[in-house]
């Protein structure tokens, strides 16, 4: 895969060794990420960050990740603040943001939208999710966790079991997680949800087609042996009301007491966050927070590390990054 000038609209780009070589990048961005020193590689660049639909983590992770390498960040945020509310085409919005950037990343509600909108842009574009469809860089990051995670248990990633829980429907982040899974040896899925909000065929189709093996069921029974336990958040902002996403919420909640019943005491909890706390929902128990398998606060470190290296490797200075580093002057609580 070739990254420089590239737009990362989906993870079907990718092959085990691109993967690879985005692991390696991020590897090497760590020491920044920690403040034990910086870079100005990307002194000058501007990244435009649109976000057209809520997000926290991803927005400003895709920022620091650009300000970590030196880099200066223009962003809008929501529909209603853009020219898009008064029916400009996502066309004409990447023209025109494409002149004033160096590299776009986007988050849209339509599926297909930030693919539409890459073909007006004079820049590469990096999808930071559109509509149920997909989310790239959060799978690659999810990725990067679960080797991380695996390694520190001696295993790695070819023949693991990964439990997939709750809005299998709507969640893209198990789309494009699953969908990268498939580029492995040998995995199980266990997809646990509602009938209702089932992983959807062409994402089992994959799965088959890769030669790996899946279950599925509506109920959270029995003893798993999965390495990972990924849970999701139901999608409600995908529901055609309220009252209908009310149905589901709440109904696969994990805590410690569930947890222990229903998994090894090994098993790595992940959630691509914001988990539901409201108390109708409560999806991922504040009980939790001192168990060390619980890996969500090392996912969304780890998406500094994947972002910065996708930056460096799209817009072609992966390996000039150290000759820029300077050094940090303030206290740092990393
Ligand atoms: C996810 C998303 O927006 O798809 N969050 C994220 O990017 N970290 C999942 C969610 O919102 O539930």
């Not at 029916?87 to 509600?109: K, N, Q």
């Not at 930071?128 to 997909?134: F, H, K, L, P, T």
Request: glycine share 8%; net charge negative.
């Amino acid at each position: 895969m070739k990254f420089e000038g590239s737009h990362i609209l989906s993870v079907n780009q990718f092959d085990r060794e691109s993967i690879e070589r985005v692991f390696d990048v991020a590897n090497q961005m760590a020491p920044y990420a920690k403040r034990q020193k910086r870079t100005t590689v990307l002194d000058g660049a501007i990244l435009g960050n649109l976000f057209f639909e809520p997000s926290t983590r991803t927005r400003v992770s895709f920022g620091t990740a650009f300000n970590l390498l030196g880099g200066e960040v223009r962003e809008t945020t929501g529909m209603s603040n853009s020219a898009l509310a008064k029916g400009e085409s996502l066309y004409d919005t990447a023209r025109v943001l494409s002149g004033y950037s160096d590299i776009i990343t986007m988050r849209h509600p339509d599926s297909g939208s930030v693919a539409e909108f890459a073909q007006g842009s004079r820049v590469p574009v990096i999808n930071g999710g559109d509509g149920a469809n997909e989310h790239p860089t959060q799978a690659l990051l999810d990725l990067y966790t679960i080797q991380k995670e695996l390694l520190y248990h001696g295993g790695n990633i070819d023949g693991l079991h990964i439990a997939m829980i709750g809005d299998l429907k709507y969640g893209r982040t198990v789309h494009s997680l699953s969908k990268l899974l498939c580029l492995f040896k040998n995995i199980r899925f266990t997809l646990i949800s509602p009938k209702e909000l089932a992983m959807p065929d062409a994402i089992l189709s994959a799965i088959e087609n890769a030669g790996h093996r899946y279950t599925i069921s509506e109920t959270l029974e029995g003893n798993f042996d999965a390495d990972i336990c990924y849970q999701t958040r139901v999608q409600e902002e995908r529901f055609g009301s309220q009252e209908e996403a009310n149905l589901y919420r709440g109904k696969f909640r994990l805590n410690q007491q569930i947890y222990t019943k229903h998994f090894q005491s090994k098993t790595v909890i992940m959630h691509p966050l914001p988990r539901d706390s409201r108390t109708e929902a409560n999806e991922l128990d504040n009980d939790l927070n001192m168990n060390p398998n619980l890996a969500i606060f090392r996912q969304t470190d780890n998406g500094v590390l994947v972002r910065m290296a996708l930056f460096a490797l799209t817009l072609g200075v992966e390996n000039i990054v150290n000759k820029f580093d300077k050094e940090v002057h303030w206290y740092s609580g990393h």
